[in-house]
C-alpha cells in the first residue's frame, strides 16, 4: 500500500489516544467522560486499522469491528447509567458521585 | 427397686428441664406441681427403696451405671449411682425436706416475679445434691459439688435486683471456690496414686498403698478438709454462710441449713478410709470443728438478724458433726446431720414464716409478743428450738448431740479438750436459741403481723417438728433403752465407734452435765432477755468491743478484705492495662492503620480512579521496557 507511511496513522492514533486520556482526567461532566473514553476506544481501533494494513492482514478489520460493538454496548449501558445518576443527584458532575467512598 | 435408683435425681432434673423450657408460658397454679411435685415423686422412690432396704435381710450396696460419661486412656468414669446406708440416709433426708420445702415455697414465694425462676434453680439444686451423694466415683461427686455451689449462688442472688444480695452471691461462690481448688487437687494426687477415683476401689486400695500416717495420705486428707471446709462452712472458709441469707427463707432453709452446707461431711464420710489412715488429719477435723461451733456460737449470741442468728447456729452445729467425724464418730456425726437437717429447715422456715408475715422485719428486738398471734409458728419454732437446745429427753437434739459429748469424752479420738469445747458449746446453743425464742415469741408485740400463714405453709412446718421429736428415738444411748437403729443401719459402711477402755462407767454423769448445761443455757436466757430485760443491756455494756466482735464474726470478713480483697483489687488497679494485652492490641491497632490508608484511596471520586490506572499502566510500561 502506497499513500500515507503508517507512522502517521500510528501517531494520529497516539494523540488521540492521549487527547482522550487527558479529558478523561480532567473532566468532571460525565458525558464529557463517556465521549473522551469513546475517542480513546476509537484511537484504539485506528491503531488496529493501520496495523492491519501495514501487514495486509484482515484481523485489524476484525478487532474494530470488535471494538465497534463493544463500543456501542458500552455507550447504552453508560448513558443508562448517566441518566440515573441525573435523576438521583441532579448533577452530571462525576465528584458529587461519591457515595461509595471508605 | 435399687435397679431405677438414677430415676431419683433424673426427676427433678427433668422437671428443672420443664420449667426452663415451659415456665414462663405456665401458669401460677401449675408451677409448683412441675416443681414441688418432681421431688415428690422423687421422694416416693427413695421410699420404695428404703423400703426394700430394711426389709433386706443383708446390707443393701448396689452401683448402678447408667452410661460411661467419657473416656480418656484408661480414666474413664461413669455415669453411676452408688446406693448403701450411707446414701440412703442422704437421699432420704434430701427428698424429703427438699420436698416439704418446695411445698412451702409455693405459698412463700406466689406473689414473686420469679415464681418458674426460684422453682428451676430449687430443682437443679436437688437434682445436683442427689447426683453429689449417690454418684460412685469422685469426678461424678465433684460435678454435684460445683452444681450445688452454682445453684447456691444462683439462690442467695435470686433477688438481684439489690446489689447487696449479688456481692453475697459472689461472696459465696468464691470463697467455696477456695475449698473446691483445694479439693480438686486432693482429687488429682488420689488419681495419681491409684489410677481410678471409684470411690469403692480407692477404699479397697488405699490401707495396703499406705501405711498409717504416710505424708502423702496426709496430704490428700488435708485437701479434702479443704473441700469439705469451704463447702460446709467450717473455719476458716466460714463467713460466706452469714451473708447467704440474702436469698430467700426456703433457700436458707433447704441449701445454707439442711442439705448443701452437710456436703462436706458426707464427703470426709464417704472418704473415711483416708482419714482413717491420717490420724493428723482426722485430728484437724476435731478441732476444726470444735473451734467453729464455738466461734459461731458465741458470733450467734450477739446477732439481731433473726436469719444470722440460724446461720451462725448451723456454723456452729455443722462444727459439731465435724468434732464427730474427727473423733471417729462417723455414725453419730450423719445421726447429726439427719436431725440437724429436721429441726433447721423447721426453724428457717418458721423464721422465714415470720419474717414473711411481719412484711420483711429481720430484726428479732422489734419482733416480740407473737406467741397469742402465730400460734402454729410459734409451736413449730419452739419444737426446732427445744431440738437445737438439746434439751433432754424429749427433743431429738438431745438425742443426737449427746452421743457426740458422749464419744468426744469417751471414744477413742476424743479428749479432754474436745469435750470442753463441745460442752461450752452447747451451753451457748441453747443460751442463743431461747434467747431467739423469747425476743421474738414472747414479751410485748412491737410489729403487727398481718395474716396468718395458709396451709402450705403451715403443714410442712408439722410435718418436720414431728420428725425432729420423734427421729431421736431411733437411736437412744445404753443408759436410756439402748436404741440402735440408726447406726446399726450404717455399719455396713461406717465403722462403728471404739470406747476408751474404762470410760464407759461416767456415761450417765456426761449425760446428766450435758442436760444441765443446756438448761442451765435456757434458764440464763430466760433471766436475761425475759425476766430482767435490762440485764442483757448491760452484759453488752460491760465489754461493748467484744460484742462489736462476735458480732462482726470474730472480724474474719475484715482480715480477709486486708489481706486478700484489698491487694488483689489493688493489684488490678495498677494493670488495669493488662500488660500482656499490649501485644495484641498492638497487632490490631497495624491492621486498622493499614486499614484506614486504603479506606482513605477509596474515596469515590471517578478521576481519582482513572489517575490511578494511568499511573498503574505507566508504571508497568516503564518496568517492562526498563528491563
Known amino acids: 500500500m502506497n499513500g500515507i507511511p503508517f507512522e502517521y496513522g500510528l501517531t494520529l492514533a497516539a494523540v488521540l489516544f492521549t487527547l482522550g486520556l487527558i479529558s478523561v482526567l480532567v ?29 495486509n492482514q484482515p484481523d485489524g478489520q476484525v478487532m474494530f469491528i470488535f471494538i465497534l460493538t463493544m463500543a456501542a454496548a458500552e455507550v447504552s449501558v453508560g448513558l443508562a447509567l448517566i441518566l440515573q445518576i441525573y435523576h438521583q443527584l441532579k448533577t452530571l458532575d462525576s465528584d458529587a458521585a461519591n457515595k461509595m467512598k471508605g | 427397686m435399687t435397679d431405677s435408683i438414677w430415676l431419683v435425681p433424673a426427676l427433678p432434673f427433668a422437671g428443672a428441664l420443664v420449667l426452663i423450657i415451659a415456665g414462663r408460658m405456665m401458669s401460677r397454679k401449675l408451677v409448683p406441681w412441675v416443681g414441688a411435685g418432681s421431688v ?73 416475679e420469679g415464681y418458674a425462676r426460684f422453682f428451676t434453680f430449687l430443682n437443679l439444686f436437688v437434682g445436683s445434691m442427689l447426683v453429689l451423694v449417690l454418684a460412685d466415683n469422685l469426678v461424678l461427686l465433684y460435678l454435684g459439688w ?28 468464691i470463697v467455696t471456690r477456695v475449698g473446691d481448688t483445694a479439693m480438686a487437687i486432693g482429687l488429682f494426687m488420689l488419681f495419681a496414686a491409684f489410677d481410678t477415683l471409684k470411690i469403692s476401689e480407692i477404699q479397697a486400695m488405699a490401707p495396703q498403698q499406705w501405711t498409717v500416717g504416710a505424708p502423702e495420705v496426709t496430704l490428700i486428707a488435708v485437701l479434702l ?51 482413717e489412715l491420717a490420724p493428723g488429719a482426722q485430728l484437724l477435723v ?48 450423719i445421726f447429726h446431720f439427719m436431725i440437724h437437717a429436721f429441726f433447721k429447715a423447721l426453724l428457717f422456715l418458721a423464721a422465714g414464716a415470720v419474717i414473711h408475715l411481719l412484711h420483711h422485719e429481720h430484726d428479732m428486738f422489734k419482733m416480740g409478743g407473737l ?6 409458728i410459734y409451736w413449730t419454732f419452739l419444737v426446732g428450738a427445744g431440738s437445737l437446745a438439746a434439751i433432754p429427753f424429749i427433743t431429738s437434739g438431745f438425742y443426737s448431740k ?27 446453743t441453747s443460751l442463743y436459741t431461747f434467747r431467739m425464742v423469747f425476743l421474738t415469741f414472747f414479751g410485748e408485740e412491737k410489729t403487727h403481723a398481718g395474716h396468718s400463714s395458709g396451709m402450705a405453709m403451715t403443714i410442712p412446718l408439722i410435718v418436720l417438728a414431728v420428725l425432729s421429736t420423734v427421729g431421736g428415738f431411733i437411736e437412744l444411748p445404753h443408759t436410756l433403752g439402748h436404741v440402735e437403729l440408726f447406726s446399726g443401719f450404717l455399719h455396713d459402711v461406717l465403722p462403728a465407734s471404739q470406747l476408751r477402755p474404762g470410760a464407759d462407767a461416767s456415761e450417765w454423769l456426761i449425760q446428766l452435765t450435758a442436760a444441765i448445761v443446756s438448761l442451765g443455757g435456757v434458764y440464763l436466757a430466760y433471766l436475761l432477755y425475759l425476766r430482767n430485760p435490762e440485764w442483757h443491756k448491760q452484759a453488752r455494756g460491760l465489754v461493748p468491743d467484744l460484742h462489736r466482735f462476735w458480732q462482726a464474726g470474730w472480724g474474719f470478713d475484715a482480715l480477709y478484705d486486708t489481706v486478700f480483697v484489698k491487694p488483689f483489687t489493688f493489684i488490678s488497679a495498677i494493670n488495669k492495662s493488662d500488660v500482656i494485652d499490649k501485644l495484641y492490641t498492638g497487632i490490631t491497632n497495624a491492621a486498622s492503620f493499614l486499614h484506614d490508608i486504603f479506606a482513605w484511596t477509596q474515596s469515590g471520586i471517578l478521576r481519582w480512579y482513572m489517575m490511578g490506572i494511568v499511573v498503574g499502566t505507566l508504571i508497568i510500561l516503564t518496568i517492562g521496557l526498563l528491563s
Open chain 1, 27 to 55: 473532566r468532571r461532566n460525565i458525558i464529557f467522560m463517556l465521549i473522551s473514553v469513546e475517542i480513546m476506544l476509537n484511537a484504539a481501533g485506528l491503531a488496529f486499522i493501520v496495523a492491519g494494513s501495514r501487514w
Open chain 2, 40 to 112: 415428690g415423686l422423687s421422694a416416693v422412690i427413695t421410699l420404695l427403696i428404703g423400703l426394700e432396704f430394711l426389709s433386706s435381710p443383708v446390707p443393701v450396696s448396689k452401683t448402678v451405671v447408667v452410661w460411661t460419661w467419657m473416656q480418656v486412656a484408661e480414666f474413664a468414669p461413669d455415669v453411676a449411682f452408688h446406693i448403701d446406708s450411707l446414701s440412703m440416709v442422704f437421699i432420704f433426708v434430701i427428698t424429703f425436706v427438699g420436698f416439704l420445702i418446695h411445698v412451702y415455697s409455693a405459698e412463700f414465694m406466689i406473689d414473686d
Open chain 2, 146 to 173: 460445683e452444681g450445688v455451689g452454682l445453684c447456691s449462688y444462683l439462690l442467695i442472688g435470686f433477688w438481684y435486683l439489690e446489689e447487696k444480695n449479688g456481692y453475697a452471691a459472689r461472696k459465696a461462690f
Open chain 2, 225 to 275: 478438709l479443704g473441700g469439705a471446709v469451704g463447702k460446709s462452712a467450717q473455719l476458716p472458709l466460714q463467713n460466706w454462710l452469714p451473708d447467704a441469707m440474702a436469698g430467700p427463707s426456703p433457700v436458707s432453709a433447704l441449701i445454707h441449713a439442711a442439705t448443701m452446707v452437710t456436703a462436706g461431711v458426707y464427703l470426709i464420710a464417704r472418704t473415711h478410709v483416708v482419714f
Open chain 2, 286 to 333: 476435731a478441732v476444726v470443728g470444735a473451734l467453729t461451733l464455738l466461734l459461731a456460737g458465741f458470733s450467734a449470741l450477739t446477732q439481731w438478724d433473726l436469719k444470722r442468728v440460724l446461720a451462725y447456729s448451723t456454723i456452729s452445729q455443722i462444727g459439731y458433726m465435724f468434732l464427730a467425724l474427727g473423733i471417729g464418730a462417723w455414725t453419730s456425726a
Open chain 2, 371 to 376: 406467741r397469742k398471734k402465730l400460734p402454729a
Open chain 2, 402 to 428: 449427746d452421743q457426740i459429748l458422749w464419744l468426744s469424752w469417751a471414744g477413742t479420738g476424743g479428749n479432754t479438750w474436745l469435750f470442753l469445747a463441745a460442752l461450752v458449746g452447747a451451753f451457748v
